[in-house]
């Protein structure tokens, strides 16, 4: 069974910076596209980056040149470096994943992990 977990959330003040990452376990699985969404209180999920099989990259525009999406597949990794973080970037970020375990696809979300910013 394919699980996908996240680290690196916390506490980080107007400014700083964090580094999320997600891990997909299981065996003979594969990461083909992915991506990080956020979702505050009150508030819709909203896709923040993706990354497609072949590497190209998007963004939400409010995220635009403060945040990184990469991958690593030799650890079957995908993870979202966030800089010049800001308050309104405080929300729950999650991690999406499509990919082949086994010969079979499959869609996942992660746990989530909270991303809070002080000002």
């Known amino acids: 069974q394919v699980q996908l977990v996240e680290s690196g959330g916390g506490l980080v003040q107007a400014g700083g910076s964090l580094r999320l990452s997600c891990a997909a376990s299981?065996?003979?699985?594969?990461?083909?596209?992915a991506g990080w969404y956020r979702q505050s209180p009150g508030k819709q999920r909203e896709m923040v980056a993706g990354i497609t099989t072949g590497g190209r990259t998007n963004y939400a525009d409010s995220v635009k040149g403060r945040f990184t999406i990469s991958r690593d597949n030799a650890r079957n990794t995908v993870s979202l470096q966030m800089n010049n973080l800001k308050p309104d970037d405080t929300a729950t970020y999650y991690c999406n994943a499509v990919g082949i375990r086994g010969g079979l696809p499959y869609n996942l979300w992660g746990q989530g992990t909270q991303v809070t910013v002080s000002s």
């Open positions: 299981g065996s003979t699985v594969s990461i083909n596209a």
